[in-house]
């Protein structure tokens, strides 16, 4: 691997951390920084907004402590001292705070980092918030239509793919032929999308011996966690089916997870992703009536699904593993030079 970039000694990543979950959680891309910096050999500090303003707060109720989780930020920034601060979702923290730190750290790098859609009008309105305060945004869609949708910002926007890490997506479907499951779809949001209508176009058009989990859709209960994963663990195909389609190089971070597990991807063609990934990996659709088809034939020839899955696994964990990503995000926000060809960069 090649020689990394001198890290700067000490990083303070301000995001919500789920801690009050208890456990009872979707992967969480906050989560996989942290890993990847940690791998990369960073000295990496955490603050979950939310959680600190829920501990502050009388009773537990989270609004009533934000005043104090500000103040304990910029204690935790005295105490800290970082030379590069990411500032991923944390609608707790407020720029003024976030300008407050930086007086207190003349010198700091500030990166806000996003894994939201640009679809979605409130996540949008906070790219350009936090592009007040941060020197640089980076993003989970790519520079195409960041640049088109933020053009004021251009040259400060950068794209950022959705990692997977070892330890995480640590199970590999393609490798299996005893799987239970032979196409999952895992849904959460029902806002912005209509997506669940492809689901319910699709169900018909299937073959009638395939096995169509749908948690989280239709009234079947969601599977967090450790269910999560098993649910995975025990599934041949997977649908990556967005809340919206058409953004250059966006997905939910679905797609690295069930990518990342060795199950057969299917995602949408317009999001034009075959620029990313290698051919006769990933398996892309325009609509129900071609994925239907291509489902059909996956699921009749398994030799198949398990050869294109396992590629898609191997570029995932060796191109865009949660340490290259971290290592990419701390090279970009402190402008050193790359230590090495992303395989993202090609994103224009």
């Not at 001198?6 to 990543?13: A, G, M, Q």
């Not at 989560?31 to 500090?45: P, S």
């Not at 964990?317 to 290259?324: A, F, Q, V």
């Amino acid at each position: 691997m090649t020689t990394p970039a001198e890290p700067p000694v000490r990083i303070l990543h301000i995001a919500h951390q789920q801690l009050r979950r208890y456990g009872a959680t979707r992967v969480s891309w906050a989560r996989k920084l942290d890993l990847g910096l940690i791998k990369a050999g960073f000295d990496l500090h955490n603050f979950s907004d939310r959680d600190v303003a829920a501990f502050e707060a009388p009773f537990g109720i989270r609004y009533l402590g934000e005043r104090k989780a500000q103040q304990r930020l910029l204690e935790m920034t005295e105490a800290v001292e970082p030379d590069l601060v990411i500032v991923g979702h944390c609608d707790s923290i407020s720029n003024a705070t976030l300008a407050a730190l930086r007086q207190l750290r003349p010198e700091v790098h500030m990166v806000h980092c996003n894994n939201d859609p640009l679809f979605v009008p409130s996540n949008a309105a906070r790219i350009e918030h936090r592009a007040e305060v941060c020197d640089r945004i980076i993003v989970s869609t790519g520079r195409r239509t960041l640049n088109q949708v933020f053009p004021a910002l251009r040259g400060r926007l950068f794209h950022m793919p959705n990692p997977v890490d070892a330890s995480i997506e640590r199970f590999d479907s393609s490798l299996r032929t005893d799987l239970d499951t032979d196409l999952i779809f895992c849904s959460k949001s029902a806002n912005h999308t209509n997506r669940l209508s492809l689901v319910d176009e699709l169900r018909p058009k299937l073959p009638a011996d395939l096995r169509f989990r749908t948690p989280g859709a239709n009234g079947v209960p969601g599977v967090w966690g450790l269910d999560y994963d098993r649910a995975l663990a025990d599934s041949r195909m997977g649908l990556n089916i967005n809340r919206q389609e058409g953004d250059y190089w966006y997905s939910s971070a679905r797609m690295a997870q069930l990518g990342g597990n060795g199950l057969l991807v299917f995602t949408h063609a317009d999001n034009g992703f075959q620029d990313l990934f290698p051919p006769e990996s990933i398996v892309y659709f325009h609509a129900a009536e071609d994925l239907a088809a291509q489902i059909a034939e996956f699921h009749s020839d398994d030799d198949r699904r398990r050869a294109r899955a396992a590629r898609t696994r191997r570029f995932f964990h060796e191109e865009l593993s949660s340490e290259r990503y971290a290592r990419y995000i701390v090279e970009t926000a402190t402008e050193r030079p790359l230590s090495e060809r992303y395989a993202w960069l090609e994103d224009n």
